[in-house]
């Protein structure tokens, strides 16, 4: 049963005690959780990390009683709310929003739905809890839809809005997942001011262990349904008791080594060998001196990318936005170079001019001594072979009406390479390559899970069997143990093949992890650029230091 009462004399301000919930499945009922409990203190941050499809979601719908009870049945327990308001910030801003209402109008709905206020007095409010989520230009984004707005700032007008009904409990629901992580310590700092200004009670929730162990007082791990261990935020990090735990943290790109590779909840579960073989610093001296003492596969000179904003009646572009200005460097076999900055830094802009999915302004892109801006159309498109890209989302870059073997075929069938029969025996070579078993080939896109997805699109770029392979965002999606498998697998076929990598991310520790060499990114611009090992541990400059400080450890 679930109930709420007012009872302000408990020290908890939510009590979930013994709950299950399941789902309707066609016919059949399945429990996605079981028999769970966990409180919240008046005044306390609750973390509640787990990956996805843990129940972590599930949990906090049922606090908010916002789950379809057509599909979903609440079997067991109940949930006991000793408070007036409660309110939740969801995980995507984008979603969530309204997208054809202005976001101030938005909040002062929301306000006069609690609240007898007239219209004057709701903007009123809205401008204040605009000043007081830190909202840089309140009155432009009063009048601002959701699209003109960044997603840092509309993730602080959700969290206006949560605040607009004055909660004593507030839901976080993954807050901060598609955010910089310079954004996204801020949106925590955020949230943590509030909590204390107000004294109002937040339950976080996160799969980012090290984000929750940032933010919270005390932590609760779910895994698969069960909540396998509570305790206090430092004790969970540093002194972890369930093996499922222990391996989340293990998963995690360390800032302070390079293991050779990451370990796995699979390691963990399946008690293999968690012995971390760590890479030595003469090791890495060698290998850097091996591999730039070579010519460069790729050399990148004065580029330059201008992106339209408006034309004339007769097409002429009259204003413009430069996206990347000036930017130099070169690639060498066998090398992973990391491009990391926060979103509109120009990374993004970078991999696809490499690639000629966009024109560049001005500037020469040479590989392998051949000038991509003086190629025929033929000649690009004969060179576009060897220089493929992995995209971010793997829900939108694979065709949905194409099965998995389809998917992975098409680019040999682009480029007229083997026979049928041949092709085909190459897609289901290439699923075992990746790490998934030949039937999934039958399988559609939404058969899948995200990480199996992902490999999916890396299989997908490994059919014309490129020189180089430019790997955009392609683990931002990822929970940190599927990520740390997509990561050791990239490194394998790395190894195996002499692959060669651009590796484009926000996550400083992801890019420190997987690269030989980092360049840092800022405003279209290459804010500085060295050895993975020397930006992480001198930044040259300030804005490196911010992007380094801001990794939750």
């Not at 690009?380 to 194409?402: T, V």
Request: contains cysteine; neutral net charge; aromatic residues 6%.
């Amino acid at each position: 049963m679930n109930t709420e009462k007012t009872n302000t004399d408990s020290d908890k301000i939510l009590e979930i005690n013994n709950l299950s919930i399941s789902f309707k499945n066609q016919k059949d009922w399945t429990e996605v959780l079981h028999h769970i409990s966990l409180s919240v203190n008046r005044g306390e941050i609750l973390g509640l990390v787990g990956e996805s499809g843990s129940g972590k979601s599930v949990t906090s719908l049922a606090v908010m009683n916002l789950l379809d009870k057509k599909i979903s049945r609440q079997t067991d327990g109940e949930i006991i709310f000793n408070g007036k308001n409660k309110a939740m910030i969801f995980q995507e801003p984008m979603t969530a929003l309204n997208p054809i209402k202005k976001c101030g109008g938005q909040v002062d709905e929301m306000i006069r739905t609690h609240e007898h206020l007239s219209a004057r007095q709701a903007k009123e409010k809205t401008l204040e809890l605009f000043s007081q989520v830190l909202l840089p230009d309140v009155k432009r984004a009063y009048s601002a839809y959701p699209f003109e707005l960044s997603g840092g700032q509309r993730q602080r007008v959700m969290i206006a809005m949560a605040l607009s009904c004055n909660p004593d409990l507030l839901i976080a629901d993954e807050p901060t997942t598609a955010l910089d992580v310079t954004v996204q310590k801020s949106v925590l700092e955020l949230i943590l001011n509030i909590q204390r200004q107000n004294g109002m009670s937040v339950l976080f929730i996160s799969h980012d262990l090290g984000v929750v162990h940032g933010i919270s007082d005390r932590i609760a791990v779910i895994y698969h349904g069960d909540i396998v261990e509570t305790d206090t935020a430092d004790n969970i990090f540093h002194n972890p008791k369930h093996i499922y735990t222990k391996s989340l943290i293990a998963s995690r790109p360390p800032t302070d080594t390079k293991p050779e590779r990451l370990l796995t909840i699979d390691d963990f579960i399946n008690h293999k060998d968690t012995d971390v073989k760590i890479i030595t610093k003469e090791q890495t001296e060698k290998h850097n001196r091996e591999l730039y003492a070579q010519e460069p596969l790729m050399e990148v000179k004065n580029l330059e990318v201008d992106y339209a904003l408006k034309r004339n009646i007769a097409g002429r572009v009259t204003k413009s936005f430069r996206a990347v200005g000036n930017v130099s460097f070169n690639v060498y076999k066998g090398e992973t170079l990391g491009l990391v900055g926060e979103s509109g830094c120009g990374k993004t802009t970078i991999g696809r001019a490499l690639t000629h999915l966009i024109d560049i302004s001005s500037g020469n892109i040479t590989f392998e001594g051949k000038n991509l801006g003086l190629l025929s159309k033929k000649e690009q498109h004969a060179l576009r072979k060897d220089i493929q890209i992995i995209f971010q989302d793997p829900y939108s870059s694979l065709n949905p009406r194409k099965t998995i073997g389809d998917c992975i075929e098409e680019p040999m069938i682009v480029y007229r390479m083997h026979t049928a029969s041949k092709r085909k025996k190459e897609v289901l070579k290439l699923l075992n390559q990746v790490g998934l078993e030949e039937n999934y080939a039958k399988r559609y896109p939404f058969e899948l899970s995200g990480g199996q997805r992902q490999r999916v699109g890396i299989a997908r770029a490994l059919a014309l069997q490129p020189k180089l392979i430019i790997c955009d965002e392609s683990v931002a999606a990822l929970d940190v143990s599927v990520q740390a498998q997509v990561l050791n697998l990239l490194n394998d076929l790395k190894k195996d093949y002499g692959f060669t990598y651009i590796f484009i991310s926000h996550d400083l520790s992801v890019v420190k992890y997987m690269s030989d060499r980092i360049i840092v990114m800022q405003k279209g611009s290459i804010a500085e650029q060295g050895l993975a090992e020397q930006i992480y541990t001198n930044p040259q400059t300030q804005y490196t230091k911010t992007l380094i400080d801001s990794i939750y450890k």
